[in-house]
């Protein structure tokens, strides 16, 4: 399975941005974002399942953001909306097998996207 995350740039604080995730297969998978900050780890932003019919979120992100997706198309999108500063990393989009590891965790994921940078200016 190859990810293909986009829709990353540059916006201003208080703006919304919509990341999207595509790769062919990808409506068998639990599909999560997760972001880097220079100099951190990688964490865990949010997750959905394969059937939609569940979504879990960081606390730090939890009612701004919204992870959504198309499994017609394909497709899972992360709506973000008031944004901040903190919220400036790269984001990557990957994939996982349901039922299997645990949500949150990055070792869980099977397949991984190459990212894309997100930057919030205040």
């Known amino acids: 399975v190859q990810l293909q995350a986009s829709g990353g740039g540059l916006v201003q604080a208080g703006d919304s941005l919509t990341l999207s995730c595509a790769a062919s297969?990808?409506?068998?998978?639990?599909v999560g974002w997760f972001r880097q900050a220079p100099g951190k780890e990688r964490m865990f932003v949010a997750v959905?399942?394969?059937?939609?019919?569940?979504?879990y979120y960081a606390d730090s992100v939890k009612g701004r953001f919204t992870i959504s997706r198309n499994n017609v198309e394909n497709t899972v999108s992360l709506q973000m909306d008031s944004l901040k500063p903190d919220d400036t990393a790269v984001y990557y989009c990957?994939?996982?097998?349901?039922?299997?590891?645990?949500?949150?965790?990055?070792?869980?994921?099977?397949?991984w996207g190459q990212g894309t940078l997100v930057t919030v200016s205040s």
């Open positions: 959905i399942s394969s059937s939609a019919t569940s979504a």
């Open positions: 990957a994939a996982k097998e349901m039922g299997s590891g645990i949500y949150y965790k990055v070792e869980s994921y099977d397949y």
């Open positions: 297969g990808l409506s068998r998978y639990a």
